[in-house]
């Protein structure tokens, strides 16, 4: 695959490039990187490698219109190479540039399905090279490999509460849109596989499975560990010193808290029962005592007595 390099960097067009202007950057730069006119130069072959995939996708309409909605990253979780390179063929383009079709597509896949030595020179095979045939040849002998390049790759965000409470997302993969059942309590990396929406092989008609990676959003007042959620309480000097009875949030809804007297800053009150629901998780109120910056002359007054008293 091409990296993060954009197709349209790659042929160096602009985004609103004709058929006939993409057409015809990828000839000038495919005459001047091919192997043929570049022997030993691995540079040159990758750089030929790059602007085939780039072309082979900006040359098929529905290819072009995936990539410029979903932009590289999208587009290459949703495309394999075989998938790229389906249906590509240049070799009339090359024989009329005076190279042979064939040998393109053996230099880029390793020598599988390229010409034949005779005499010690490679003959060139002057046919188009159907590389839908190449792929069906390609996964058969890879076997359960093949299988892995069917599946499809895809992040998706969710608000923080949706993660706790469950929800139900519809999510496009271009042509087709799913429906996502995201079940109660799940947590950022988390995967959900859904079986048979993945991409399809044209050969067989089997199709892979479409695996989803959670990334939870953040939460205001909520923090995750595992199953345990965490807040954080601030309470006066004065009541950190006596003691007393707070409210704090929770997913079921606001609960009420004793602070016993002496509580030191960031100690945690646990509320058992009250993490992730169904989880097994609890909830921890970390307290911090609120040391005011600035006093009054009766608040000043009243600490010295106290200081005078030990405190």
């Known amino acids: 695959m091409a990296g993060k390099q954009d197709y349209y960097e790659l042929l160096g067009v602009s985004k609103t490039a004709s058929e006939e202007e993409i057409k015809k950057a990828y000839r000038k730069l495919a005459l001047k990187f091919h192997p043929d006119r570049n022997p030993g130069n691995k540079e040159a072959e990758e750089k030929f490698k790059l602007i085939n995939e780039a072309y082979a996708v900006l040359s098929d309409k529905e290819k072009r219109k995936q990539f410029d909605s979903f932009g590289m990253g999208g587009f290459q979780q949703r495309y394999s190479e075989e998938d790229i390179f389906r249906g590509f063929n240049v070799g009339d383009l090359f024989k009329d540039l005076g190279f042979g079709g064939g040998d393109i597509f053996s230099m880029i896949f390793g020598g599988q399905g390229g010409g ?5 020179r490679q003959q060139r095979q002057q046919q188009p090279w ?3 045939d190449y792929i069906t040849r390609e996964q058969q002998q890879r076997g359960p490999q093949a299988a892995q390049d069917l599946d499809l790759h895809y992040e998706l965000e969710i608000p923080f ?8 997302k519809r999510i496009s993969l271009g042509a087709e849109e799913v429906n996502v059942k995201i079940p109660k309590g799940i947590a950022s990396g988390k995967k959900l596989r859904l079986k048979g929406k993945g991409n399809q092989d044209r050969t067989t008609g089997r199709r ?9 959003g953040e939460h205001p007042v909520f923090k995750r560990t595992g199953n345990d959620l965490f807040v954080t309480r601030e309470v006066k000097l004065t009541d950190a010193l006596l003691g007393t ?14 602070i016993p007297p002496g509580v030191k800053s960031h100690s945690k009150v646990r509320l058992k029962g009250l993490g992730i629901p169904g989880q097994g998780g609890d909830e921890y109120v970390e307290i911090i005592i609120d040391i005011p910056r600035k006093l009054t002359e009766k608040q000043k007054t009243l600490l010295e007595e106290l200081r005078k008293e030990g405190l």
């Open 245 to 258: 009875v707070v409210e704090v949030p929770s997913i079921d809804g606001p609960k009420r808290v004793t």
């Open 130 to 132: 159907d590389f839908g």
């Open 116 to 120: 034949r030595r005779a005499g010690g």
């Open 208 to 216: 892979g499975d479409l695996y989803i990676t959670m990334k939870v």
């Open 161 to 168: 509460m949706d993660s706790i409470h469950g929800a139900e």
